[in-house]
Every structure is written in structure tokens, then in C-alpha cells.
């Protein structure tokens, strides 16, 4: 079955790599065979990459987007999540849960992993304030 898309105007995408934006009007895609897809809320800019959490997202963004370089990706995050676990210990449960999804190249599901430990970064600076 295809995996239906829908588009607001304006709305961008980004499809196996490529960003696109829609146009004036609403936009129904269809996609028939798998290709890594982020929709508008879902992608990062590297200048919105300002926090450790943040960084981790980032790069693992780039490990489902861009498997050409998946190597530097890959040197990238482990020491991003090495940094961030000896500053925030307590996260070892969600890192630990992406590191599995990243070792079995599940970067789709290690994304949103990511998007919690953004949640958990803002939760202990939220306390230490």
C-alpha cells in the first residue's frame, strides 16, 4: 500500500535527499516505494542544532537523510551521545533505546528517540534553573 502524503501550501519535504517545497495549493503525494521522507516539523536546520540534544538530532537526521556519508554521520554521533551521557547520565535510557534503533539502521524511529531526548534536555536544564 502507498504511503499518502499530504502537503499545506507552502509546506516543504524533504524526499531521499531532496528538499521541495509545495506550491500555492494543497498537494496529496503518493509514495510507492520506500524512501526516506521528513516532513516540514520533522526537519532541522544545523543552525537550530545549538544544544547537545539538539546536535544528536541533527546527526542522526543527516544518518536517514544522507547515506552517502553515513560513516561521518555515524563518528559524528557516537561522540555526540558519549559528550551528552557523561554530562546527563540519567538519559541512558533513551540514548540507550537510539543506539539500538541506530545499530539496526532504524534512523526513522532513532529520529523521534532523539526528539524525546530533546524533551528530556529541556526537562533537567528546567530543573537546574
Same mark, same amino acid.
Given at each position: 500500500?502507498?504511503?499518502?502524503?499530504?502537503?499545506?501550501?507552502?509546506?516543504?519535504?524533504?524526499?531521499?535527499?531532496?528538499?521541495?517545497? +509545495?506550491?500555492?495549493?494543497?498537494?496529496?503525494? =503518493?509514495?510507492?516505494?520506500?524512501?526516506?521522507? #521528513?516532513?516540514?516539523? !520533522?526537519? %532541522? $536546520?544545523?543552525?537550530?542544532?545549538?544544544?547537545?540534544?539538539?546536535?544528536?538530532?541533527?546527526?542522526?537526521?543527516?544518518?536517514?537523510?544522507?547515506?552517502?556519508?553515513?560513516?561521518?554521520?555515524?563518528? +559524528?554521533?557516537?561522540?555526540?551521545?558519549?559528550? =551528552?551521557?557523561?554530562?546527563?547520565?540519567?538519559? #541512558?535510557?533513551?540514548? !540507550?533505546? %537510539? $543506539?539500538?534503533?541506530?545499530?539496526?539502521?532504524?534512523?526513522?524511529?532513532?529520529?523521534?528517540?532523539?526528539?524525546?531526548?530533546?524533551?528530556?534536555?529541556?526537562?533537567?536544564?528546567?530543573?537546574?534553573?
Amino acid at each position: 500500500m502507498a504511503l499518502k502524503i499530504s502537503l499545506k501550501p507552502g509546506e516543504r519535504i524533504v524526499i531521499g535527499g531532496a528538499v521541495v517545497t +509545495n506550491g500555492s495549493s494543497k498537494t496529496e503525494l =503518493f509514495f510507492e516505494n520506500k524512501v526516506p521522507i #521528513l516532513r516540514d516539523k !520533522d526537519i %532541522m $536546520n544545523e543552525s537550530d542544532a545549538y544544544s547537545p540534544a539538539r546536535r544528536i538530532y541533527f546527526v542522526v537526521q543527516l544518518m536517514y537523510i544522507d547515506e552517502n556519508h553515513l560513516t561521518l554521520h555515524h563518528k +559524528n554521533y557516537w561522540k555526540f551521545v558519549n559528550e =551528552f551521557i557523561k554530562a546527563a547520565p540519567s538519559s #541512558l535510557t533513551i540514548v !540507550d533505546q %537510539m $543506539n539500538d534503533q541506530i545499530l539496526k539502521c532504524q534512523y526513522y524511529a532513532a529520529l523521534k528517540t532523539a526528539k524525546s531526548l530533546i524533551d528530556y534536555e529541556q526537562e533537567v536544564i528546567s530543573r537546574v534553573s
